[in-house]
């Protein structure tokens, strides 16, 4: 048999045929349009806050100073631990104390020996001296001679009570309620009155803390501005190292007579309450402070803001979902947000494309932005 023979045409247009069905399938393999996360734009109040380095110290910290010299005899408290008012916290050795304590005694007893005979003396020559029976010198002696004794005899009783102040000393007692710290002695240490080893401890009050900061000149100058207005700061709050925030408020004590010249800062104290007593006195943390009240603020994710050469932008998702870029002014950042002071109007939407390569005027599919709880809470915190 013959073999089957085809037109001469019938190749080319196999090839032409082959050709178009594969632009088909490629036109139908086009990758759909990507999704873009979003938020609407809205207006609302934000709170604007700074924060401040602050360190915190006790309502009071009293420290132990020794006021005599000794070894020290006796530790009666736990470091670390409550202390109430004048529970007994150390013994300087007392034996060179009581002995001086004995000898004015002694002389506080000779002394008054010595004015009751002056004082019989006195009253026996009087009555004479009225009769002229004794002369005057005689008379005007006795009584010097009592006066003299009354003299001796206060003094020796103010020695004694001076010696006697001296040798309390020895017991070193607790000023206040309060939390005592670590010992800067131990047993058997030689104390002296001068020098750092009369530094023996500290004990707080601790039922509130003092945390000082400092503010910059300008910052101070704008407080001093709204308190002449008649605004007061009330709204404050202890940032603690692990990020914690402290459960209560504080209230503002004091600013600083003067302006530190070689800083340009100025130091200011609030107060906080301390009820569980959890702070203590030397800790570092952040004053956070409530500066203002952003009204109809527009706040979008600041992930949905670029910087360029100091120019900001978003992406906008138009009524078509397409893409589209527009330049915006920025105000204060608040926590993962950014307050756009230009650019934006409430009800558009802002994409948050991060790391999505997708160009303007690319079309998209809208989906809501859900933020990440972790981050609002670091940020919150930060």
């Not at 032409?16 to 759909?32: D, G, M, R």
């Not at 631990?81 to 304590?101: A, N, R, S």
């Not at 309060?178 to 039922?207: E, F, H, M, P």
């Not at 004590?253 to 130091?267: L, Y």
């Amino acid at each position: 048999m013959n073999a089957l023979k085809l037109p001469k045409f019938t190749l080319p247009l196999f090839f032409i045929l082959t050709f178009f069905i594969s632009c088909k399938k490629e036109e139908q393999k086009a990758p759909p349009p990507m999704q873009a996360p979003f938020v609407t734009v809205k207006t609302e109040d934000v709170p604007i806050y700074k924060d401040f380095a602050g360190q915190t110290f006790g309502e009071l910290d009293i420290e132990l100073i020794a006021r005599v010299d000794g070894i020290l005899t006796g530790i009666f408290f736990k470091e670390g631990q409550k202390v109430k008012k004048g529970q007994l916290l150390y013994t300087i050795d007392p034996l060179e104390y009581e002995t001086k304590v004995e000898q004015v005694r002694g002389q506080v007893a000779a002394a008054q020996s010595t004015l009751a005979n002056a004082d019989e003396e006195l009253k026996r020559i009087r009555p004479l001296a009225e009769m002229n029976a004794v002369s005057k010198r005689e008379l005007d002696a006795a009584v010097a001679k009592d006066k003299a004794a009354r003299s001796n005899y206060a003094s020796v009783q103010a020695s004694l009570k001076n010696q006697q102040i001296e040798r309390s000393y020895c017991n070193i007692k607790s000023p206040i309620d309060g939390v005592i710290g670590l010992s800067n002695a131990r047993l058997g240490d030689y104390i002296t009155k001068l020098g750092n080893s009369s530094r023996l401890n500290v004990v707080s009050k601790l039922d509130k803390v003092r945390v000082q900061f400092t503010v910059s000149e300008s910052d101070y100058l704008k407080y001093q501005k709204r308190t002449k207005e008649g605004e007061r700061i009330t709204d404050l709050q202890l940032i603690l190292s692990d990020g914690s925030i402290h459960p209560e408020k504080g209230t503002l004590n004091f600013s600083d007579t003067k302006i530190d010249p070689t800083t340009g800062t100025v130091t200011i104290e609030a107060q906080f309450p301390n009820p569980d007593g959890t702070l203590r006195s030397g800790q570092f943390g952040k004053v956070r402070v409530l500066i203002r009240t952003e009204k109809d603020a527009i706040v979008i994710p600041q992930k949905a803001v670029t910087e360029l050469q100091g120019m900001f932008q978003v992406s906008v998702i138009d009524n078509q979902n397409v893409i589209q870029t527009r330049v915006v002014e920025v105000g204060p950042k608040t926590g993962i947000d950014w307050i756009i002071t230009k650019g934006l109007k409430p009800d558009e939407k802002v994409a948050i494309i991060g790391n999505q390569f997708i160009q303007p005027g690319s079309k998209v599919v809208p989906v809501p932005y859900v933020p990440d709880t972790k981050q609002i809470a670091s940020s919150q915190n930060n």
